[in-house]
């Protein structure tokens, strides 16, 4: 596999300038991303096919091994914060459990039935999307999850870094990273794991667009859980309402810390009113914003 093989350009690398082999490091980084460019398409597909499936109030699941589990759920548990998607509507299917976030669980990637038991666990259903992460795109564990998903009718999308590989297949929707071999050999942490953030990146915040979470280029859904982020919350409220800092933290207040409801409230709106009419637009505050113009 090539995320495998030895590139012969960092055979002497150990004894390269330190200035040298961090350049060589971070040109490898940037390769990496550049890989991706070829996938938007790809990407932009899945993104489409799991917003459908996401509207009718279903979970984002994330299955992976070792590194690649690890990515999966960074990139999950920021979903909340930064869109306040709901923390039961998230899944992480983790080979060795909760335990391999921290340690590494030797052989835990190789258990089909641990996979099968996870699925069957977390109820994974049709109107689910799981997302399958593995570099070697040969992870068992991966593969199963995927699989066993796709028959209860989950929407599935693989993400590998080695082409013509399981995992791809096993998905409706297949995203290669083909970073090729690592400046440390086998060490897919390095290229194949920026890859995958990246990409991880670019789906679940698509998905967020696509469901009416973002607005202007602004977090409307997020949690204003704190005081930067309260600050935050009003200076968008008054960007977006076209209202000073007084009337826009008084908004954020009557809107109970939710933005959108805020802009609403800003705009004139009773908040019983704001919270029915987002209601109605499914949540989309630029839907409610057309109709008030």
């Known amino acids: 596999m090539p995320t495998e093989a030895a590139d012969p350009r960092y055979r002497a690398i150990d004894r390269?300038?330190?200035?040298?082999?961090?350049?060589?490091?971070?040109?490898?980084?940037?390769?990496?991303?550049?890989?991706?460019?070829?996938?938007?398409?790809?990407?932009?597909?899945?993104?489409?096919?799991?917003?459908?499936?996401?509207?009718?109030?279903?979970?984002?699941?994330?299955?992976g091994?070792?590194?690649?589990?690890?990515?999966?759920?960074?990139?999950?548990?920021?979903?909340?914060?930064t869109f306040n998607w709901p923390v039961e509507r998230l899944a992480f299917l983790i080979a060795g459990g909760p335990a391999a976030l921290t340690r590494t669980q030797e052989g835990?990637?190789?258990?089909?039935?641990?996979?099968?038991?996870?699925?069957?666990?977390?109820e994974i259903g049709a109107?689910?999307?799981?997302?399958?992460?593995?570099?070697?795109?040969?992870?068992?564990?991966?593969?199963?999850?995927?699989e066993a998903a796709r028959a209860a009718g989950a929407l599935t999308i693989a993400l590998a870094n080695n082409a013509g590989t399981p995992v791809l297949a096993a998905a409706e929707h297949a995203i290669?990273?083909?970073?090729?071999?690592?400046v440390v050999a086998g060490s897919t942490?390095?290229?194949?794991?920026?890859?995958?953030?990246?990409?991880?990146?670019?789906?679940?915040t698509g998905i967020m667009l696509r469901l009416g979470l973002v607005h202007e280029g602004l977090m409307v859904n997020m949690q204003?859980?704190?005081?930067?982020?309260?600050?935050?919350?009003?200076?968008?409220?008054?960007?977006?309402?076209?209202?000073?800092?007084?009337?826009?933290?008084?908004?954020?207040?009557?809107?109970g810390r939710d933005i959108k409801r805020a802009v609403l409230i800003a705009h004139?709106?009773?908040?019983?009113?704001?919270?029915a009419r987002l209601a109605a637009a499914g949540g989309s505050l630029g839907t409610v914003l057309d109709r008030l113009s």
């Open 16 to 63: 390269w300038p330190t200035e040298a082999a961090v350049e060589a490091m971070l040109e490898a980084q940037l390769a990496a991303i550049a890989a991706l460019k070829s996938q938007t398409g790809a990407m932009a597909a899945a993104i489409d096919a799991a917003a459908e499936r996401l509207r009718r109030g279903g979970r984002i699941a994330y299955a």
């Open 65 to 81: 091994a070792g590194t690649s589990g690890r990515i999966g759920v960074q990139d999950g548990v920021e979903l909340t914060p």
């Open 108 to 122: 835990a990637e190789d258990s089909r039935e641990a996979a099968l038991a996870a699925v069957a666990i977390e």
């Open 127 to 146: 109107d689910d999307v799981l997302i399958g992460v593995a570099a070697s795109g040969r992870t068992p564990y991966v593969i199963a999850a995927l």
């Open 176 to 182: 290669l990273a083909d970073t090729g071999s690592e």
């Open 189 to 204: 942490r390095m290229k194949a794991g920026t890859a995958q953030k990246v990409a991880l990146n670019l789906l679940s």
């Open 224 to 255: 204003v859980s704190n005081a930067k982020l309260r600050a935050r919350a009003i200076r968008m409220v008054g960007t977006l309402a076209g209202v000073d800092g007084a009337a826009a933290e008084a908004a954020l207040d009557a809107g």
């Open 268 to 275: 004139g709106l009773a908040p019983a009113d704001a919270e």
